[in-house]
């Protein structure tokens, strides 16, 4: 699963040079500051390119409300619930399927969290690329009309896929032995474009979620994501962090 990530901490360049221009970048930094973690259930606004205009960087809001939904109500409930998408049915599910078909974006983030548990406790892991570069998370994305203000809404959900070897051995939440490991689809830069495109079959689509290889990231222990030893949103948040629990035994391998 991904409910955890931080963006908008790199180089602004790193983000106008691949996903929109510089203008995009300062205007979205404006409006909102270094994100060095958040949570999906806290629905942040966070970058995105959607197939509708693939040269811009936008702010889109985490938690996708599907465009048939009648009330505020029924939005907020939703978005609970649709902070990732099951890549292997997102044709079929009818909260993603018309997204999957005709709204997919981009999610751009700098890195993002994951849970490793060791006897009864959860250690807070930071996963990024090893070139340091950002990270185009697959997404779908919907425009929502609240009938009660008018307002217009963009949503969106991060696609997830079966993990890798090294974020199956992080990702050990015993609550998930029966549906496995997840991990969010993360595009290589050749697949980005084909996943904009939604002229492309569903089939074909379905051929790019796929675990993203290990060789190109990296990913080490950080700070409580939660509760009164985290740091919050500082840059302390995905600065490494040892844990003597991990460093028993067997688990030393993690450093």
């Not at 500051?33 to 702010?59: D, S």
Request: one cysteine or more; aromatic letters at 10%.
């Amino acid at each position: 699963m991904c409910y955890d990530i931080s963006y908008l901490t790199k180089r602004q360049v790193d983000y106008a040079a691949r996903y929109g221009s510089a203008e995009d970048v300062e205007d979205i930094q404006r409006r909102l500051p270094k994100v060095y973690h958040t949570n999906g259930f806290q629905h942040a606004e966070v970058p995105v390119v959607t197939n509708r205009e693939p040269g811009r960087l936008q702010l889109f809001e985490w938690g996708l409300v599907p465009r048939w939904v009648k009330s505020r109500e029924e939005a907020g409930t939703f978005r609970q619930k649709t902070l990732n998408a099951r890549g292997e049915t997102i044709f079929e599910k009818p909260s993603f399927r018309h997204a999957a078909r005709n709204n997919r974006c981009l999610v751009i983030v700098d890195g993002f969290f994951e849970h490793h548990h060791k006897r009864g406790k959860a250690f807070p892991f930071f996963i990024q690329r090893k070139d340091g570069k950002p990270l185009a998370l697959g997404g779908l994305w919907e425009e929502w009309h609240d009938k009660e203000d008018g307002e217009v809404r963009f949503t969106f959900s991060i696609v997830t896929t079966s993990a890798n070897p090294r974020m199956a051995f992080l990702h050990n939440n015993p609550k998930i032995l029966k549906t496995g490991p997840r991990m969010p689809l993360i595009l290589p830069w050749e697949h980005e474009k084909t996943w904009l495109d939604t002229e492309i079959p569903p089939g074909e689509i379905q051929q790019l979620i796929l675990p993203f290889p290990e060789e190109y990231l990296t990913d080490h222990s950080v700070p409580p994501l939660r509760g009164a030893h985290s740091p919050g949103n500082v840059p302390g948040a995905v600065q490494a962090h040892r844990y003597v629990e991990l460093e028993e035994g067997e688990q030393q391998a993690l450093f």
